[in-house]
């Protein structure tokens, strides 16, 4: 997996609402992680994103409509190939009131792909996305008084740039822009990783490892999660929630590799290595 986090520390002692002020009184800290899964992985130079806000949503107890705090609203232009397999750079760290968290809202204003022939194209954000992403915290997170809770923003390139044309021939016509982002909160998630290598032992770079929520049949829906291996043939992937999973390895002149039943253990990594079988 490609893994990303972004970097900017912020630290408020109070912080703005969509209705006002929050009080100081009773506070914890929540930090802000982004991580992505670029593709195709072999053919692009670079993937940027200009994010020129983030907010948190904290339900409110009583009649009260629920309100967003903005985290940062400074404009970052971030190449989410800069960063891959596990590596995070902090995007914020903001000081909120106690309370309970349910949603994040991402504004994404401009986005573009440069190819490794330096061709480059400027993507079309969708109009839906002006008023920001919606991201759901599943679970919500609880802060309590000095707690500090770490979140993942798994921003998923492998969906979220989706390619025009027969790009197996080499020949990218362009990338419809749909941001697909997943959010969670890392105190209650493991990671998985390993090696992909083929039948001689020899490492194998760019395989794509996908991550699967077990179903009857096998749908897009459930795909939770996209890796792509190092020049050592090593992958990474964070901020997968405890439970049961099955995972896929796929690369070109190879066949695809299927390993079931993938126990992730909060707070601990599994180790899941592949090895895949040219193809005649």
Request: charged share 25%.
């Amino acid at each position: 997996m490609i893994t990303i986090v972004l970097g900017m520390s912020l630290l408020f002692s109070c912080s703005k609402t969509d209705t006002g002020t929050l009080p100081g009184e009773g506070s914890g800290t929540v930090n802000i992680y982004l991580t992505d899964a670029p593709f195709p992985i072999d053919l692009v130079s670079k993937t940027i994103v200009t994010i020129d806000k983030v907010e948190i949503r904290k339900q409110e107890t009583d009649s009260a409509e629920a309100s967003f705090i903005v985290l940062t609203e400074d404009p970052i232009e971030i190449d989410l190939l800069t960063l891959s397999n596990g590596i995070t750079e902090q995007l914020a760290s903001v000081e909120l009131e106690a309370g309970t968290y349910d949603m994040i809202r991402m504004h994404v204003s401009d986005s573009k792909v440069v190819l490794n022939d330096e061709t480059q194209f400027d993507l079309k954000i969708p109009s839906g996305s002006s008023s920001g992403l919606k991201i759901k915290i599943d679970p919500a997170i609880e802060i309590s008084d000095g707690q500090t809770a770490d979140v993942l923003l798994d921003f998923d390139v492998s969906k979220s740039f989706v390619v025009k044309g027969n790009w197996k021939g080499g020949k990218i016509k362009g990338f419809n822009f749909k941001p697909v982002v997943r959010c969670v909160l890392l105190g209650r998630a493991g990671r998985i990783e390993g090696t992909v290598r083929d039948t001689a032992s020899a490492a194998l770079e760019n395989a794509a490892v996908k991550v699967w929520m077990p179903l009857e049949e096998m749908e897009d829906d459930s795909l939770i999660s996209t890796s792509f291996t190092n020049p050592e043939g090593k992958y990474q992937i964070i901020g997968i929630l405890a439970g049961e999973y099955y995972m896929t390895t796929e690369l070109d002149s190879f066949t695809t590799d299927t390993v079931f039943n993938v126990n992730v253990t909060e707070g601990e990594s599994t180790i899941v290595d592949f090895e895949l079988t040219p193809k005649p």
